[in-house]
């Protein structure tokens, strides 16, 4: 896309989303720049910190860990999840969703090949991506939207591939991952139909740092008393959105920790919410949610007991009542 071009989409976004929306995105990212420029670190995480970086790196490379760490991720899990929906139109018993988040693509060590060739026996639907494309949270993102331009091509959704930004996407990314073929949510409401019936997808701008999520301006945009899925870079508003009526909230950004203790206990997962909700599946009320592990890395491409996963959700219309356990797990 040419800069001319470039300018006209950008221009149709703010149309699209809102001039406040749009201006308090940009103001934030500007003041986020300006202050890593002067060596400032306000939204950077604690391990993000250079000295704690080294430390890291050189305790891992000493240990003989490193290489194993790096191994492990690009061992994509696959993760089958069936979700009971008592009130889930018939044409969609059995409809499956591809959930990727995460993806950190330009720092993946083989820019996302062995992603690919994991998807590529799967069967599926509809994608959905909760956010977070790009490895740094600043400068150009040009390399991240070639890398995704080229999954995005291995994902062979009928129904579509739609995505949310995470903390370390700018506004300015989403024309390009549109021409990506993404439909971006930027809390609005997309249906899905299928037949004669209808689902909802309902996406919000990042909740976690630029917090330019609006859940009411989403809400207003579906309809009551359908199936409705709300897509969230993090697992942050569990209340909000269980009061609002969700029914099944995918989200991310925790990484499920990526460095963890034996037995996958996460040290640090970056989240405002209890630990039951910062990875794998969790019920809050009645309303369903995932927290996905992530199929990328941040800071360094390692991960230690915390798989890079790949989820297949599998609606179902059950009553909740008989839910088993319903979730397996399976390495590629």
């Given amino acids: 896309m040419d800069h001319l071009h470039e300018q006209e989409a950008f221009a149709k976004l703010v149309d699209r989303i809102g001039p406040h929306h749009a201006g308090k995105r940009m103001e934030m990212q ?19 910190f250079a000295p704690i970086s080294w430390a890291l790196k050189t305790l891992l490379k000493i240990t003989g860990v490193w290489p194993i760490a790096v191994r492990n991720s690009l061992r994509y899990t696959v993760v089958e999840h069936e979700v009971p929906l008592p009130h889930l139109p018939a044409a969609f018993e059995g409809f499956r ?28 639907d509809l994608c959905v991506l909760t956010g977070d494309y790009r490895f740094r949270t600043f400068g150009n993102y040009d390399k991240t939207l070639t890398l995704m331009k080229t999954l995005t091509e291995q994902i062979h959704a009928p129904y579509g591939i739609s995505g949310v ?18 439909r971006m949510l930027m809390n609005e409401a997309q249906p899905i139909e299928k037949g004669n019936e209808t689902i909802w997808l309902l996406g919000l701008d990042d909740v ?9 301006k989403a809400v207003k945009s579906a309809p009551q008393n359908v199936v409705r899925i709300l897509l969230v870079h993090s697992p942050e508003i569990l209340p909000e959105a269980a009061q609002a009526g969700m029914d099944l909230y995918l989200c991310g950004h925790s990484h499920g920790g990526q460095i963890c203790l034996p037995g996958g206990k996460p040290i640090i997962t970056h ?3 209890p630990r039951p909700y910062k990875a794998g599946r969790w019920r809050y009320k009645s309303m ?4 996905s592990r992530g199929v990328g890395t941040s800071l360094f491409p390692i991960r230690l007991f915390c798989q890079p996963e790949i989820i297949l959700h599998t609606l ?17």
Avoid at 112 to 124: F, T
Avoid at 316 to 332: D, L, M, N
């Fill in 30 to 48: 500007a003041h986020y720049s300006a202050f890593l420029m002067h060596g400032h670190h306000f939204h950077v995480h604690l391990e993000e």
């Fill in 165 to 182: 930004l995470g903390n370390h996407d700018w506004l300015e990314m989403v024309p390009g991952l549109e021409q990506c073929g993404i």
């Fill in 288 to 291: 369903r949610g995932y927290t």
């Fill in 208 to 216: 976690h740092y630029y917090e330019t999520g609006d859940l009411d």
């Fill in 97 to 124: 969703i591809l959930h990727l988040s995460d993806l950190h693509i330009e720092g993946m060590v083989d820019k996302g090949k062995s992603l690919a060739e994991a998807l590529a026996p799967l069967q599926y």
């Fill in 316 to 332: 179902r219309k059950i009553p909740i009542e008989v839910e088993t356990a319903c979730c397996y797990s399976q390495s590629v």
């Fill in 271 to 273: 989240c405002r919410c």
